[in-house]
């Protein structure tokens, strides 16, 4: 079965605005502007974000973007 994803903000380094991305296989298949045709069909679960925010590729999705480096700077390696 694959999933469309309607009308999502997609987070990746360049500014999107508003997708579609069609999932196949647990893996984003293809990307178009929203709006744009994917797929469709029996086989196809569309699912409507609403413009929420989509992050894919992230293994640990609990990231600060902002703060933390101080803390990171002083981490040290294990003594021998």
């Known amino acids: ?47 409507d974000l609403g413009g929420r925010r989509v992050i894919p590729g992230l293994v640990d999705p609990l990231v600060h973007f902002i703060g933390g480096a101080a803390k990171a700077a002083s981490a040290r390696a294990p003594p021998n």
Do not use: K
């Open 1 to 47: 079965m694959l999933t469309l994803l309607r009308n999502a903000r997609l987070y990746v380094p360049e500014p999107r605005g508003l997708c579609d991305l069609l999932i196949a296989d647990g893996r984003i298949a293809a990307i178009a502007s929203a709006g744009e045709p994917l797929a469709s069909g029996p086989l196809v679960n569309e699912i």
